[in-house]
């Protein structure tokens, strides 16, 4: 008798977003750290302004990799609703 037991990835896809936006707080780290400007203020979209320190940067990368990752991640949610060929008989 052999049963197809069913395992989420989900728990998988969370780990290796936390992963993700951790590498890409460190990366705006070095990157605010090696500026050569630190006095000027960096504009994005004419929106936000925010200094080119390490914080700040580090923060900019995880909130904009967060979000993307959370797009992606819902955009997938919301296809495998309407997947048929997932659905078993």
Known sequence: M???ATI???PI????AVIVVLVAGGLGAVVGASGQERAVAMDLL???SFQM???SMA????????GVL????GLVSVAS?????GERA
């Open 13 to 16: 896809f969370a780990a290796v």
């Open 59 to 66: 923060a900019f990368g995880m909130v904009v990799t967060a």
């Open 81 to 85: 609703r309407y997947d048929d060929a």
């Open 70 to 73: 959370a797009l992606l991640f």
């Open 53 to 55: 320190t390490p914080v």
């Open 2 to 4: 052999t049963t197809d």
């Open 8 to 10: 989420s990835s989900r």
């Open 46 to 48: 004419g929106v936000v």
